[in-house]
C-alpha cells in the first residue's frame, strides 16, 4: 500500500499486553488525497479506526460520496441552524444507498447482537431474518436492503 496521506488525529499505537491491539484510532484526510488513493483509504480496517474525509467544496463532496464503498454505518453533520440543509438534501439519497444505517448529527455506537440491531448493509445485504438464501422467490428477498435512519431535529 502506498503513502495516503491520512492524518493521525488520535491514536494509531499499538496496546501492551497479550493479542494483537491497537488504541482508538482517528484519521483524517484531505478530499484531494481521497479521491487520488480512494481505494487504500478505504480498505477494511477491524477494530477502532475511523477515517474522516474533508471535502473543500460541494461539487468535491458529491464526487468522494459517490466513489464511497458500501459501510455499515454513514454519518452527515450539519449545520445547527439549517444552512447547509440544501447540501444535506443532495448528500443524503447519496449516502443512503451507500450505508445500512444513516445517522444525522450523532456519533455511532459500538454495534451489540441483539434483535433489535439494525445490521443490514449496502445491496445485496440484508439482516432481516426472514429471507432465506433456499428457494424462489424467497431467495430474491435477500437482495433488499433495510434502512435505518436516526436524525435529530
Known amino acids: 500500500m502506498q503513502q495516503c496521506h491520512a492524518r493521525v488525529i488520535t491514536g494509531g499505537h499499538l496496546l501492551k499486553g497479550p493479542g494483537y491491539r491497537f488504541e482508538n484510532t482517528l484519521l483524517s484526510v ?18 477502532n479506526v475511523s477515517l474522516i474525509v474533508l471535502a473543500s467544496h460541494r461539487a468535491q463532496l458529491l464526487e468522494i460520496v459517490e466513489h ?11 449545520d445547527s441552524v439549517g444552512l447547509d440543509d440544501p447540501l ?20 455511532p455506537t459500538g454495534v451489540i447482537v441483539s434483535p433489535a440491531m439494525m445490521h443490514g448493509g449496502p445491496f445485496p445485504a440484508s439482516g432481516h431474518p426472514g429471507f432465506t438464501a433456499v428457494g424462489l422467490p424467497a431467495s430474491l428477498l435477500r437482495f433488499a436492503a433495510r434502512r435505518c435512519y436516526e436524525r435529530q431535529a
Open 88 to 107: 444535506y438534501e443532495e448528500v443524503e439519497p447519496l449516502l443512503q444507498a451507500k450505508v445500512g444505517r444513516l445517522l444525522t448529527n450523532k456519533m
Open 30 to 47: 484531505s478530499g484531494d488525497h481521497f479521491l487520488q488513493q480512494r481505494s487504500d483509504l478505504q480498505e477494511e480496517a477491524f477494530g
Open 68 to 78: 464511497l464503498e458500501g459501510n455499515l454505518t454513514g454519518n452527515i453533520y450539519t
